[in-house]
């Protein structure tokens, strides 16, 4: 391992989740991806076939959509864009075929949870909104850095579980939205699964854990009704018909009617439906569905068009789009399945990591999330797990 290609690999990892979590840099995604690109050619990296076969189905999708006429150009190329970067960034980390150095790790793993920290500062001098924006952004801010930082923990700081999860609780008190405590309460459980923390309290006196244990039910009991109630609510807000509206999921969500007329295998083409582009450039097969005289929906006010992920992504690419999915989520998963179910040696934060990371995906499918920032940053820390578990593999020849 060159020492040079794993210090700018610890760079890369820095600046760019530095920019997106502290910097809340629009453009960090595209950073990340530039970087990516810059160090495989820096460096002489193989792409190997899955970033070529990646690349290669996006760009024969926007082939595809500029002949059926799916929108204009520029929305295509946009869509293009946004749809490949978060799945790119997965393959070309997942591809890297350096890993970090010890020490390396020991300085994210501090920086991060320091950031995860400066969250909960702001929160508390009521500076949040103001710095981010919007809350959700602490929210999505948090999450992330919770995943990179247990990217680089190891066996002999399983303590830091607790810190992290505490510090993670501040994006999701101040965000308050359904799916990020969803993700909260999953975060939680799955820790406890993979860590075991009746072993991790063996030895300890009986108050310490009398009083742990009453920790863990209040604070599950509190994230579960929190998820109930604010399921229930989205449920209310974004699929039951109101007063003076229509619920706009319930009409993005019909693919049927989406996909008839011989467009079930290759979809509609990109920017034509529930993308952020097919409501800038107002997609011409709304007008058909009659979508155009949905609240949030029509042309002038298309602030719900993006916003169900798995309708816009089926809609779109059709058949053809979910054989793709299940070709990257079984290149992305396989080590971590061969480990977990082979009861490999592989160090357990990494599991955690990956059940982590596909959870933030499902979850977030129900909105719009994989395709802004935070989700290319989830695809990236998912494939640098990946990468450095194939290196384990490969060293330690436990997987043939």
Not at 9 to 14: A, P, Q, V
Not at 74 to 99: E, M, Q, R, Y
Not at 360 to 382: E, R, Y
Request: net charge positive; aromatic share 16%.
């Amino acid at each position: 391992m060159s020492v040079k290609s794993s210090t700018a690999l610890f760079f890369i990892i820095l600046s760019s989740v530095t920019l997106q979590t502290i910097g809340n840099f629009s453009f960090a995604n595209e950073y990340l991806v530039v970087v990516l690109l810059l160090y495989f050619v820096a460096f002489k990296q193989h792409l190997g076939a899955p970033i070529i076969k990646t690349a290669i189905f996006f760009l024969a999708s926007a082939t595809y959509s500029y002949l059926i006429h799916s929108n204009l150009t520029i929305a295509i190329l946009i869509d293009l864009t946004t749809i490949l970067k978060p799945f790119l960034i997965g393959v070309l980390c997942a591809g890297l075929s350096t890993t970090l150095r010890a020490r390396h790790k020991t300085i994210l793993l501090y920086l991060f949870a320091a950031y995860m920290l400066y969250n909960w500062i702001l929160l508390g001098l009521g500076l949040s909104e103001w710095h981010y924006g919007q809350n959700w952004e602490m929210a999505g801010s948090s999450a992330l850095l919770f995943l990179f930082s247990l990217l680089f923990l190891n066996k002999n700081r399983r303590g830091m579980y607790i810190l992290l999860l505490c510090l993670l609780s501040a994006g999701f008190i101040a965000s308050g939205q359904g799916k990020h405590m969803a993700f909260f309460a999953l975060a939680f459980a799955v820790i406890l699964y993979f860590q075991k923390f009746y072993d991790f309290m063996q030895g300890k006196n009986v108050a310490t854990k009398f009083l742990s244990i009453l920790l863990i039910v209040v604070l599950a009991a509190a994230t579960l009704i929190s998820v109930i109630k604010l399921a229930e609510e989205d449920v209310s807000l974004y699929y039951m018909p109101r007063e003076h509206t229509t619920a706009r999921r319930a009409f993005l969500i019909n693919l049927p009617k989406v996909l008839a007329n011989g467009y079930i295998l290759f979809g509609r083409g990109l920017a034509s439906y529930g993308s952020q582009a097919s409501g800038t450039y107002y997609s011409p097969l709304y007008y058909n569905l009659g979508m155009d005289k949905v609240y949030g929906l029509y042309r002038g006010n298309t602030m719900f068009v993006n916003d169900a992920y798995y309708a816009m992504y089926i809609g779109q690419l059709g058949i053809a789009g979910l054989l793709f999915q299940v070709f990257y989520w079984r290149y992305m998963l396989s080590p971590f399945w061969s480990c977990f179910r082979s009861k490999s040696r592989i160090p357990t934060y990494y599991l955690i990591l990956s059940a982590l990371a596909v959870a933030w995906s499902f979850i977030f499918m129900i909105g719009s999330g994989l395709f802004n920032s935070q989700g290319c940053f989830v695809m990236c820390a998912l494939g640098i797990a990946r990468s450095e578990i194939k290196a384990l593999i490969d060293n330690t020849n436990t997987i043939k």
